[in-house]
């Protein structure tokens, strides 16, 4: 019986940490995403387009900014994906422990 009370309490605490990965409101995630990548190199090339009123460099500078958002995305999706599939695993190991 002490056995199912720690897979139990073992399959609880992987989930309550897989909560706790996700931390701050959508807004705040988005924003410590894109405001890095305003302020270094390619904001200078934004402000300079708009400065110069160039729709070419601006998009240009933008179409970078989105691909290097998106293969970041694509990154962090597949890593949680692989996380994900090792926390199930972990919890099967754990009940399957529990099944005489």
């Known amino acids: 019986m002490n056995k199912d009370i720690a897979v139990s309490n073992n399959i609880l ?16 995630l988005m924003l410590k995403m894109v405001m890095p990548m305003l302020s270094r190199e390619n904001g200078d090339k934004l402000a300079d387009a708009i400065k110069d009123r160039n729709p070419s ?5 933008w179409d970078e900014i989105k691909n290097q958002i998106a293969g970041d995305l ?5 890593t949680a ?8 695993a972990e919890m099967v190991a754990l009940v399957s422990e529990s099944v005489p």
Do not use: I, P
């Not at 605490?13 to 705040?28: I, Q, Y």
């Not at 994906?81 to 199930?88: A, D, S």
């Open 81 to 88: 994906n692989q996380q994900n599939h090792r926390l199930t």
């Open 74 to 78: 694509e990154r962090t999706k597949a």
């Open 13 to 28: 605490a992987l989930a309550r940490r897989r909560k706790k990965k996700g931390k701050g409101n959508k807004r705040s």
């Open 57 to 61: 460099a601006f998009k240009k500078v």
